[in-house]
């Protein structure tokens, strides 16, 4: 079946500009996560959202970033007023922890490039 | 001290040879380990899945995870080229949705022919 998508795969913006990340996860996951993984850096959690439940957003380095996810399905990452350290690759994974399927499945990312 | 310690890399071996990864962690909370394998410019691909200590084989990987030392192994067995990548190991210390994962930097592989 279908894996995550993750749009654009890339985006270059000028510093100051705001960008949106978008996501959709494997059909029927409930769990959908955001990462960010910089340049020979591991994965950063960003945020996590549980079926209706509050996101977990300890992992936000700032108030420039924030989420949401419409509908249970599609998730979108903004970031406000990008900065030249924000430039990484953005990653969105999902899980199925309602059918006991707790492993996370990541999309392509975006690679994103704050000039 | 980050949470979850991995060596960089590169680590460069002939093909055929068995390649040994690990990761040393400091949250003893930690209960499910996971292996991911990153081909360059892709997203993380999951190659294994344990819980709490022991051993796991599937094929040519075996994972194995000593919570006592809090240490944990990936093991590939005759390595091929195509076993080139970075590899990442992952931990979550949730019981019924593992929540975020912590991550290792990765360790970037070569399996040369």
């Known amino acids: 079946g279908a894996g995550v998508s993750q749009s654009p795969s890339n985006k270059v913006t000028e510093k100051g500009k705001d960008v949106e990340l978008r996501c959709d996860p494997i059909s029927g996951h409930t769990a959908l996560y955001w990462y960010r993984q910089s340049l020979g850096q591991g994965l950063e959690f960003l945020i996590y959202f549980q079926g209706n439940s509050a996101p977990d957003k300890s992992g936000l380095p700032s108030d420039r970033f924030s989420a949401e996810r419409t509908g249970g399905s599609v998730s979108t990452l903004t970031i406000q007023r990008t900065q030249q350290e924000d430039s990484a690759v953005y990653l969105c994974?999902?899980?199925?922890?309602?059918?006991?399927?707790?492993?996370?499945?990541f999309g392509p990312g975006t690679r994103l490039t704050v000039t | 001290q980050k949470e979850v310690e991995q060596d960089p890399g590169p680590l460069s071996v002939p093909e055929g040879a068995i390649v040994s990864l690990n990761c040393t962690y400091s949250?003893?909370?930690?209960?499910?380990f996971m292996w991911y394998r990153q081909y360059s410019r892709k997203g993380p691909e999951l190659l294994m899945y344990t819980y709490s200590s022991g051993n796991k084989e599937d094929g040519r990987f075996t994972a194995q995870v000593d919570k006592s030392s809090k240490y944990i192994s990936l093991f590939i067995r005759d390595s091929q080229p195509s076993d080139s990548a970075t590899y990442l190991c992952?931990?979550?210390?949730?019981?019924?949705?593992?929540?975020?994962?912590?991550f290792g930097r990765g360790t970037q592989l070569t399996v040369w022919p």
């Open positions: 949250n003893s909370a930690f209960q499910y």
């Open positions: 992952a931990m979550s210390d949730r019981g019924s949705t593992l929540g975020r994962l912590y």
């Open positions: 994974a999902s899980s199925a922890p309602g059918q006991g399927k707790y492993e996370q499945y």
